[in-house]
């Protein structure tokens, strides 16, 4: 079994920074892309940044800029720096991995981290 638990997130005024961490655990090979969605209330699960196994990444529109998707490799976590953090930002992050388990690669979540933005 894998888990993949989230942590860093936190009340920060507009304008804030934070640093979401994501950390596997469990028996597997390897990670292929991990990535971080968040879902507001009354909203649906959006793909906010995603990072492959070589270290290309891709960001939504509205946090390109901003946001900065990263991962170490030999510690088996992903990060998101969050800059300039606008209300519209609040929400609750989740990690998401592709992990290859034997000769599969199946999909894991984390438990989420509330993220809210607001003075």
């Known amino acids: 079994q894998v888990q993949l638990v989230e942590s860093g997130g936190d009340l920060v005024q507009p304008g804030g920074s934070l640093r979401l961490s994501c950390t596997a655990s469990?028996?597997?090979?390897?990670?292929?892309?991990m990535a971080w969605y968040r879902q507001a209330p009354g909203k649906q699960r959006e793909l906010v940044a995603i990072?492959?196994?070589?270290?290309?990444?891709s960001y939504a529109d509205s946090v390109k800029g901003r946001f900065t998707i990263s991962r170490d490799n030999a510690k088996n976590t992903g990060y998101l720096e969050m800059n300039s953090l606008k209300p519209e930002d609040t929400a609750v992050y989740y990690c998401?991995?592709?992990?290859?388990?034997?000769?599969?690669?199946?999909?894991?979540w984390g438990q989420g981290t509330q993220v809210t933005v607001s003075s």
């Open positions: 998401n991995a592709a992990v290859r388990v034997s000769d599969y690669i199946r999909n894991f």
């Open positions: 469990g028996r597997f090979l390897s990670i292929n892309s």
């Open positions: 990072i492959s196994s070589g270290g290309f990444t």
